[in-house]
């Protein structure tokens, strides 16, 4: 019986691990949870699964009193206090953004096995918990769904590599010229064509962050240069990812797109039974279509080489630009475009500094929001 502390229960991918849980309860425990907001999830939540550790963003007494058997931590802090309080054997962090490194710093500090949905913790903290990683401390398994793909086929054969290859469904957007872009609303990028997911990596994915993140997700976790790894449309996000060798042979992941495929590979720790495809050739592979990626159309996605070869705090500066300038276009604030824009402004103007610590990252992250700020306001064209 493995025993789960779930961050960011009330999102996305923590209601899909709920339903992985409850579907393999031999196997797992709910032995602590957080939510932000949503605290009126906290009591089903709960009744269902009989955690006695809970972390809220604020304290809301007409909750918290009903249940005196169940200790509550808040805020920020109460995170890693959950983390440490729960005596979990694995940390799931499907919280959004930054606030979700330093949860995952804490579970590696404490030996815990983290099973990572969080992208956010590695684009602007990776050298950090790659050092954990190397000292001994914990265990990292990805949750997303193109690197569980990319583990998978690795697992089977990572010798005589060529390329590891993610593919991209193209968001909301792909069909659309770049100036097409200019006008388009907050509604119409969240309509995702193939996934259903939280706002923000909705809008990610339609500005392609998603895909610069996963870049920089598959550096940190299987060590390869920025040249090794590809991007190729998959409409139909049907194809989750492949490994080309070094013999022009792929192996591939393939399905229905559906989180709780990857959540259950990484719950298991990747001991569970999967298959895989394996073609001599892409042409002798006809399930579904593949096409080269449009770098000049998607710029945005050359970031993830300055992100991996320059380190220090680009990572937190191009992810705390991202994510003010997300909400500033959810809030219809700035214009869609404007996203890109911003991020391009807040990357040139960073003062870089090598091997940060968590502070260093942190201080990096707030006056990146700041200077967002003003560019929102107009203080700064
Ligand atoms: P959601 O927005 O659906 O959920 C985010 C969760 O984080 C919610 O439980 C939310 O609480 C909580 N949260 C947000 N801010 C805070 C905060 N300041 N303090 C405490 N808790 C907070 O996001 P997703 O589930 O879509 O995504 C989670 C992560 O997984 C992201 O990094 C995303 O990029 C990644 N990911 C998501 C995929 C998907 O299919 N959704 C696929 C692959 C990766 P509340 O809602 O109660 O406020
Ligand atoms: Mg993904």
Known sequence: MKRICLLGASGSIGGQTLDVIRKHPVDFSLVGFSVGKQVDKIPEIINEFNPKFVCVKEDTKDITKQFHNVKFFYGDEGLNKLIKACDCDMVVNALVGFVGLKPSLTALENDKILSLANKETLVTGGELINKLLREGKGKLIPIDSE???????????????????????????????????????????????TWS????????????????????????LFGYKYEDIELMFNYESFVHSLVRYKNGSYRLDEGKPDMRVPIKYALYEGSCEY???????????????????????????????????????????????????????LNKKIKFTDIENIIDYCVNNVNNIQNPSYEDIRKCDLSTRELVAKIVKGEIK
């Open 147 to 193: 690197h569980v793909a990319l583990s998978k086929c690795l697992a089977v054969d990572n010798t005589n590599v060529d390329k590891i290859v993610i593919t991209a469904s193209g968001g909301a957007f792909r069909k659309l010229s770049r100036d097409q872009l200019e006008n388009v609303t907050p509604e119409d990028a969240l309509k995702h064509p």
């Open 275 to 329: 298959d895989l495809v394996y073609v001599d050739k892409l042409e002798d592979y006809k399930a579904s279509n593949l096409y080269p990626f449009e770098y000049d159309r998607f710029p945005i996605v050359n970031l993830a080489k300055k992100v991996i070869d320059e380190k220090g705090l680009y990572g937190a500066t191009f992810n705390a630009a991202n994510e003010e300038a997300v909400y500033a276009f």
């Open 197 to 220: 997911m939280g706002q923000k990596i909705t809008i990610d994915s339609a500005t392609m962050v998603n895909k610069t993140f996963e870049i920089i997700e598959a550096y940190y």
